[in-house]
């Protein structure tokens, strides 16, 4: 461990852990079920007003408190203070939550497409309960089971991490050769045609037309970057760190947004948008699968293997498609569920928490802390399956809580950044914005697209009067900032009951 520790990071290495980190496949179906062809502009946009500049501000970050096992938490708290180092820390500590309620639903419809080659989650019930409940329930049990693997240890969690990796890699180039085939043998004629500017500036879908919808789309685009604020913690690690590692973000940066622009556009080749996503049963949460099911008939057709030949091949793309992507996220999965909680739980201060939460178990996790998490999921997985909505309604909503609850906790960080670099006390070895008007215009400027972003989503909902969505889109970060506070609030009447000693100082 000594010796790998020592090693230095390279270009290339940094590079792929920033792309590991930050792309997702299926954010471009998803972007191009949205705005189609238009999904380009908007993360090109992203990228430039927020993935680089946010990326470099994280490095200042990470590169000063390298040290601090808090993260996030220790970034606020060296700018902040504790108080809101705690409270945005707990919101951003909401975001992972949403996620994990998001991707174990979407698990279910990986498994049904493995399994059957499309999505049948809507018509799975266990006894008199519809199929949103059935899902709800397995969820629930699910987490459960993944919560008590994961506090035995993760040794063996690593490789399936690993081998999640791998088969994301795979994914993405068979559809980038399989799309550029189908492409030349149609004589590069694109599924959806190019209609100039209008292709690029609005979106084909009729429900999705007001501006505050479509400038709606920036929380899809942004979150297609959430991630980026746990890579601020290598530039250490890298040889030359002051000029490698801008570099190797600014290269991510473009390398990552010339891929999603790439892919967006490349699902055009086989999809004409119309007759895709016009049929029922098309949701946010399948819509890799329907495409990747179309580009293998359209490739059957093209190879003149028959109306049966063109659907099995169909099948094997969406069977293929849904298997590599449910070893991705259950690669992911074990991971997103007990790193930001054992993060944070065991970065702050112990005074903040009842003794027994930021305990240890003999596998050196925090079981406890573990286990309220899946009490706080199970409710949230819970409250969304028996509200009485249909099944895709259940899956756009919960896209629509993980886009926005990882988009929040980015307004702590971004505004904390201007008194991050007013603390002298700090040592300050990586500093990359150097003019005191260029950081506090670059702050304004994504602060205000996260602010615009967020508002927009929010006047959308209000204006098609979806109250409930809006509710569950805003639960997770307002339920935890409100927790945050008041748990403050008892460690501050502590303190004055309980003088803190030396040891506690060191803490904190």
Not at 86 to 111: D, P, Q, R
Not at 209 to 214: G, T, V
Not at 418 to 444: H, S
């Amino acid at each position: 461990m000594a010796k790998l520790s020592s090693k230095k990071l390279t270009l290339l290495s940094v590079m792929l852990m920033i792309f590991t980190s930050t792309f997702a496949f299926d954010n471009t179906s998803i972007a191009y079920y949205t705005m189609g062809y238009g999904g380009i502009i908007w993360y090109v946009l992203a990228a430039l007003l927020f993935f680089v500049p946010s990326s470099l501000m994280f490095s200042e970050y990470g590169a000063s408190l390298r040290n601090e096992a808090g993260g996030v938490f220790s970034w606020l708290s060296n700018s902040l203070g504790t108080k809101w180092a705690f409270i945005g820390g707990f919101v951003w500590l909401a975001s992972w939550i949403i996620l994990i309620v998001s991707t174990v639903s979407k698990i279910w419809i990986m498994l049904s497409t493995t399994l059957s080659g499309s999505d049948q989650t809507g018509r799975w019930q266990i006894g008199n309960l519809n199929s949103t409940e059935t899902i709800g329930i397995m969820s629930i049990i699910f987490f459960c089971l993944v919560t008590y693997i994961a506090t035995k240890g993760l040794t063996k969690v690593a490789k399936l991490a690993a081998v999640g990796g791998i088969a994301a890699v795979v994914l993405t180039i068979f559809f980038c050769i399989a799309s550029l085939i189908l492409l030349m043998k149609n004589g590069f004629q694109l599924a959806e045609p190019v209609k100039l500017p209008t292709s690029f500036l609005k979106s084909p879908r009729h429900s999705y037309q007001s501006m505050s919808q479509i400038v709606s789309f920036l929380i899809f685009a942004i979150y297609a970057y959430a991630g980026i604020e746990a890579m601020g913690g290598v530039s250490d690690k890298m040889k030359n760190a002051k000029r490698t590692f801008p570099l190797a973000m600014a290269l991510g940066a473009v390398l990552i947004t010339v891929i999603y622009g790439f892919f967006i556009f490349l699902w055009g080749v086989s999809a004409n948008w119309s007759n895709v996503f016009t049929r029922s049963g098309v949701n946010l949460g399948n819509t890799t699968y329907v495409l990747m099911s179309n580009l293998g008939y359209q490739l059957g057709q093209q190879f003149s293997l028959g109306t049966a030949g063109a659907q099995n091949l169909s099948f094997l793309f969406a069977r293929f498609g849904s298997f590599t992507m449910l070893l991705s996220y259950l690669g992911s999965f074990f991971v997103i569920v007990y790193m930001p909680i054992k993060s944070f739980i065991l970065g702050t201060p112990k005074q903040l928490w009842p003794k027994a939460l930021p305990k240890l178990n003999r596998n050196a996790m925090p079981a406890n802390a573990m286990w309220l998490q899946a009490g706080v999921v199970s409710a949230l997985i819970a409250m969304t399956s028996f509200g009485g909505k249909s099944a895709v309604d259940f899956y756009n909503v919960l896209t629509l809580m993980d886009n926005l609850s990882s988009t929040l906790p980015y307004l702590f960080l971004v505004t904390a950044f201007p008194f991050f670099k007013r603390n002298v006390a700090l040592e300050k070895p990586f500093v990359i914005f150097k003019r005191r008007w260029v950081y506090l215009t670059i702050v304004t400027v994504v602060d205000g697209l996260l602010i615009i972003g967020v508002l927009s989503t929010i006047i959308s909902a209000i204006s098609a009067n979806e109250y409930w969505d809006l509710l569950l889109e805003l639960i997770g970060p307002l339920f935890f900032g409100l927790v945050g506070y008041y748990l403050f609030r008892l460690y501050e009447k502590r303190r004055q009951l309980f003088p803190t000693t030396a040891s506690d100082r060191q803490s904190l």
